[in-house]
């Protein structure tokens, strides 16, 4: 049986829209299936997003960062989850995250802060990026580097004023790419020891 991913994010002008078919294509690579869910609008029906999150075996939130944080329409979502906060519904599932800004920096950390503070409100088990920085200089840091950011706890992408086409770049494509994978073998290993356990206590 396939482990689930799901894959929820906003993306406000399609550059983070990138990192998350990146993520999906990830979790297929490590031959697992993603439920790619975007966030539309602040006003949408949260309720079949909150579902299928709660059907998944984890997730990854991804959102741009605006003003130092996530966006506003990914934070109406986040908001919306309390209704599964209150049941206790997403406790122990695994998640990770992922985030986009036009500077370098940008205070992304702040947005994947506000991520895996998300996760922990619900007792989620967050799983970061778990590849290195790269060992080189910053000026040999290209657009084909892998986590050239820098980034532990999530994807840290960069993309410039253009078109989603052509930016962000290679290597942030495959930094998230890489994320998925993490997840996807990280949900199948947490899935299947929790099953034993399971039979014990029936």
């Known amino acids: ?16 829209a990138v990192l998350a078919d990146k993520v999906a294509q ?28 709660t ?24 908001d919306a989850t309390s209704a599964v906060f209150f049941t206790g519904g997403w406790k122990d599932k695994l998640a990770a995250g992922f985030t986009n800004s036009h500077s370098f920096a940008g205070d992304k950390g702040h947005a994947l802060a506000s991520l895996t503070i998300l996760a922990a409100q619900h007792g989620m088990n967050w799983v970061n990026l778990g590849v290195a920085p790269p060992a080189v200089t910053a000026a040999e ?19 410039d004023n253009a078109s989603p086409e052509i930016t962000p770049p290679a290597g942030d494509r495959e930094t998230a790419r890489l994320l998925g994978v993490r997840v996807a073998e990280a949900a199948v290993r947490w899935t299947r020891g929790a099953q034993p356990a399971l039979s014990d206590a029936a």
């Open 55 to 78: 059907e998944a075996d984890a997730v990854v939130f991804g959102a741009p960062t605006y003003m130092g944080d996530v966006s506003g329409v990914f934070k109406v979502f986040a």
């Open 1 to 16: 049986m396939s482990t689930k991913v799901a894959i929820v994010y906003h993306s406000g002008y399609g550059h983070t």
């Open 141 to 159: 840091r290209g657009p084909e580097t892998i986590n050239r950011v820098g980034s532990f706890v999530g994807v840290a992408a960069q993309s």
């Open 26 to 53: 990830g979790v297929r690579d490590a031959g697992q299936t993603p439920v790619v869910l975007p966030i539309e609008s602040a006003t949408q029906d949260f309720k079949p997003i909150l579902d299928a999150i």
